[in-house]
């Protein structure tokens, strides 16, 4: 699975994620091994994914951004079979276990990329092709000076506004109020968004958002729970 792309990408200096070590385990190397060539798609920085090949008949397109364990990208596929889910992740064993995961239950719509998402976003997905992005429960970055790792900025935002159907969703959800409150700053002041929550920008949760690893963490700690949802204008 090694994902080097076919071109030269841009360095980035500062990434959104640090490589997590931690062993995989024999079922997660095995399935690294056997299951990546169904699931699993290369990164390759000259070629933009052709949706309709991958997910043939399916003609929404989702897709999850630092899905963890993958536990709640299978389920949400397993219960939409009409839509086509494309899930990014960079921690190995979270994409073995997920794999695992997938074969188990059976899903046939849902695809599997390893690499930082911006280099994704930014190289292989075409523009206005994705009807929904999740992103839920990203590393929060909660010490001032690791602000700038946290993934939900202009940058982001202006590749959402590129790569979402007019009309497309962008949710997103965490468990700390800070970055709640900077998401929801950061999506209420963007025009090309409409805010789908109330006049602080959040949401209730939707019922096809499974309750996350991270997210029972969190409320382990009795930290609270904040769904945000914004649609890209038509208009663009
Ligand atoms: C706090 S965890 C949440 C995982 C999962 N969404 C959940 O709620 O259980 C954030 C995940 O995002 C992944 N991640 C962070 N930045 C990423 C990026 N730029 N590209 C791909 N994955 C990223 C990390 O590896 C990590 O597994």
Redesign the pocket.
């Known amino acids: 699975m090694e994902n080097t792309g076919q071109a030269d990408t841009k360095k980035r200096s500062i990434?959104?994620?640090v490589k997590?070590s931690g062993r995989l385990t024999t079922g997660q190397q095995e399935a690294l091994e056997q299951l990546w060539p169904r699931y699993g798609i290369e990164f390759d920085a000259t070629k933009k994914l052709d949706f309709v090949t991958i997910f043939a008949g399916l003609e929404s397109i989702k897709l999850?951004?630092?899905?963890?364990?993958g536990d709640?990208l299978v389920q949400m596929a397993h219960n939409d079979p009409g839509s086509g889910y494309l899930g990014?992740?960079?921690?190995e064993p979270?994409v073995g276990h997920c794999l695992i995961k997938a074969e188990q239950t059976g899903v046939e719509n849902l695809r599997i990329m390893s690499?930082?998402?911006?280099d994704i976003l930014e190289y292989m997905i075409p523009d206005a092709t994705l009807d929904a992005v999740f992103l839920?429960?990203?590393?929060?970055w909660h010490k001032k000076k690791h602000h700038k790792r946290r993934?939900v900025n202009r940058l982001f935002r202006d590749e959402m506004a590129r790569v979402l159907k007019p009309g497309g969703v962008l949710h997103m959800a965490t468990d700390w109020q800070d970055y709640a409150e900077h998401m929801a700053e950061n999506m209420l002041a963007d025009e090309r968004f409409t805010n789908l929550g109330d006049e602080n920008g959040f949401s209730p949760k939707p019922d096809y958002r499974p309750q996350?690893?991270?997210?029972r963490r969190g409320l382990k700690f009795g930290h609270g729970v904040w769904d945000l949802m914004f649609r890209l204008s038509s208009s663009q």
């Open positions: 990434r959104s994620f997590r999850e951004i630092g899905f963890g364990n709640s990014i992740e960079v921690h979270g690499r930082d998402a911006l839920f429960f990203p590393d929060p993934i996350t690893k991270f997210e």
